[in-house]
Structures are given as C-alpha cells and as structure tokens.
C-alpha cells in the first residue's frame, strides 16, 4: 500500500517522518523518481500531472494537499477516482486567526494609520463599537464556520451567507440568490470563503460592492478569481469601499506595478491566511486511508459536480471549532 506525496521535498520530509512514526504499515514515498509508479495507490499533490491514468494506473484515490478543490479540472481525471480535499485543524485554525486579524485591522483602522505614519501624521480616528460592526461572511463551509466562531468573543454582529440555508449559534444565516443583497446590505466588513467554481467566479464585483453599506470593506480568502480587479479599484478611488485586505490575488503575484499593490487603502499578503500542517493533515490523511481500506466513506471526498465541499467528521468539526489560539507555527 503506497502513498506518493509528490510536492515539496522539505515538507515530504516532515510528513514521512510522521508518517512512519504514526502508520509504519503505509510505505510513503516522497520522491516520484524513487518509487514504482504501478504501486501508488494514493496520491497527494497540488496539482495533478496531465498523464494521471498512464502515469498511476492503480491509483484508487488523490488527495489534494490544499483545502481547495478549483485546482483541478475534472474532466481530465479518471471518472470514477475519488479526490480528496485537505481538511485538517491546522487549516482551520489559521484561517479563523487570519480572518480576525483582518476584521480587526480594518475595524480598528490600521490601513489609515500606516498612511498616517508613512506620512508623519498622529490623528487619532473615532472607531465604533464592535456591537455596532456587522460582518457578511460569503460562505458557512469548514473555514466560514471556523472563522465566525474565533469573532465571536468580540461581540461583532455576524451574519453569514451561502447556496443552501444553515443554523448557526450567534450568526443570522442567509441562503440563495433572494437573500443575498439583504446579506449584503449588512455587511460593513465582507469576508469571502467560498470556493472558487463557474458559479463563483467574479462574485467581488462592482455591483455587488455597490449593494454594501457605503464605506464598506472587503476580506478576500478565497480565491483570486473571485475579484474583479478593476471594480475594485474603482471602488476604492471614489469612496464607495473604505479599504480591502488581499490574500489571494490573480496571478499571484501581481506584477510589480499593479495599481492594487501600490494602493493606500489594499492590504495584500501572499496567499498565507493558512497553510497545511504536516502534523494535523498527516492524520487526516492516514485516518482516510484507514477508512478507504475498511471501506468507510471518506472525509473532505469533493463533490465533483459542486467543484467543492466534502463533509468532516464530527470529531474534527469540534476540534476545528476553536475559536483562537497563540504560538508559534511551521511555516
Ligand atoms: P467548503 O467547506 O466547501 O464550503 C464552501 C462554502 O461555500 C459552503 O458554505 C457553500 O455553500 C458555499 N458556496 C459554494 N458555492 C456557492 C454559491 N454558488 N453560492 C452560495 N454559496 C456557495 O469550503 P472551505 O473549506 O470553507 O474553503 C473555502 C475556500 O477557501 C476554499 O475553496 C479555498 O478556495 C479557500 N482557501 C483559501 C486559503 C488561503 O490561504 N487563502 C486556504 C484554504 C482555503 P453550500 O454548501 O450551501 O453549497
């Protein structure tokens, strides 16, 4: 039974080392060109190779090494293999701290004081409660849940919105088309978690900033693709949205000169509000194997006509319900 982590050496590394330690009976590899390619029967990458069926003919399941499933086309893939999104703590837990540093940099008015200071300016600005603060979350999957539980403790309004209804403690839900300019009406802070399909693609758009209270702000998790880049800008320039704090960005990186990374009011980081962990994702991954191998429904199994989704078990639901947490993490 043979596992192929074929990504990064330095992290197949770590994961082999946790992999021995914790499924000795697993034989992992993290080097392609070491192993027997006809007896890889699970897989784990970023990105799938194009010759998948030629290349791992007895593959039985691919796990994505990311929470996301939009990196694969899935019509190239064998019909019937299962692919598997990564849905781990460490995931979770970091994306629940980053959506909070950003909902509280842009509450707090962080984006103005970099100015201030670049500047030499000390203008102290009137700031509101946060009970007087609604954040719009554009999702309620495994990171919308996770990040709305770690705001909670700060007494913000939380409301939250996707394709089909939840119930969530503390949280107005949303759900469809119908609901969803109420949503937005809102929202003074909207966050974006959701996966980027055919569906959602272009979602952060000029028309839908304009459904935002104005002098809102926008948190963009999710996927480059979900924003459209000119409308922002626009936004940003004639008052209608106050600031924006950028993960992820199409391409990434923008190029040098692009007018979103020299903009006052953008905040952007490189695509790191969360990582995978090697020691949390490892025994995700072992634990799916075991089941695969009993014949047990798999955990974070991706719709293949969704695009996305994949339940988590209810033990990890509760663990992946933390609400924060301090020290130090694995790049
Ligand atoms: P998930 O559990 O699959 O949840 C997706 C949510 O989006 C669900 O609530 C789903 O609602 C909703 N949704 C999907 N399509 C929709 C549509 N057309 N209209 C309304 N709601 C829709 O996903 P997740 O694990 O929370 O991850 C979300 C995304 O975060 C990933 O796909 C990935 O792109 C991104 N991500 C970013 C980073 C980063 O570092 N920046 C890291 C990890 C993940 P229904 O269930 O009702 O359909």
Redesign the pocket.
């Known amino acids: 039974m043979t596992f192929l982590y074929d990504a990064d050496a330095e992290r197949g590394a770590e994961w082999a080392a946790l992999f021995a330690e914790r499924a000795p009976e697993i034989a992992f590899h993290y080097c392609a060109d070491a192993v027997d390619s006809r007896s890889v029967k699970y897989l784990g990458v970023w990105h799938p190779p194009t010759d998948i069926s030629a290349k791992y003919p007895n593959l039985e399941v691919l796990f994505s090494l990311?929470?996301?499933?939009?990196q694969f086309d899935f019509d190239a893939l064998p019909a019937g293999l299962p692919v598997v999104?990564?849905?781990e703590p460490g995931?979770?837990d970091?994306?629940a701290e980053?959506v909070t540093l950003a909902v509280l940099a842009l509450h707090r008015d962080l984006l103005a004081y970099r100015v201030q200071q670049a500047g030499g300016d000390w203008q102290p600005l009137r700031f509101r409660p946060p009970g007087a603060l609604r954040i719009g979350v554009?999702?309620?999957?495994?990171?919308?849940?996770?990040s709305l539980s770690a705001l909670q403790p700060f007494g913000f309004q939380l409301n939250?919105?996707?394709?089909?209804?939840?119930s969530i403690g503390g949280v107005e839900c949303f759900?469809?088309?119908a609901e969803m300019d109420k949503f937005l009406s809102q929202s003074d802070i909207l966050v974006c978690?959701?996966?980027?399909?055919s569906?959602?693609a272009g979602?952060l758009n000029g028309a839908l900033f304009a459904k935002l209270p104005p002098g809102a702000a926008i948190v963009?998790?999710?996927?480059g693709g979900h924003l459209v880049q000119a409308d922002l800008l626009v936004a940003l320039d004639s008052g209608r949205l106050s600031g924006a704090v950028l993960?992820?960005t199409d391409p990434e990186p923008l190029p040098a000169d692009h007018p979103l990374r020299l903009h006052e009011r953008v905040l952007l980081t490189p695509?790191?509000?969360?990582?995978t962990q090697p020691e949390t994702a490892v025994e995700v991954v072992i634990d799916n194997i075991r089941r695969h191998q009993a014949g047990q429904p798999l955990i974070g199994l991706v719709d293949r006509h969704?695009g996305?989704?994949?339940k988590?078990s209810r033990k990890k639901r509760r663990r992946t319900a933390v609400p924060l947490r301090t020290g130090p993490r694995l790049p």
Not at 138 to 146: E, Q, S
Not at 193 to 197: A, K, Q, R, S, V
């Open positions: 990311g929470a996301g499933g939009d999104r990564m849905i995931i979770s970091a994306m980053y554009l999702g309620t999957g495994v990171l919308a849940k996770t939250a919105w996707s394709r089909s209804r939840q759900a469809g088309k978690l959701l996966p980027l399909t569906k959602t979602i963009n998790c999710g996927r993960d992820v695509h790191v509000a969360s990582m969704r996305y989704g994949g988590t």
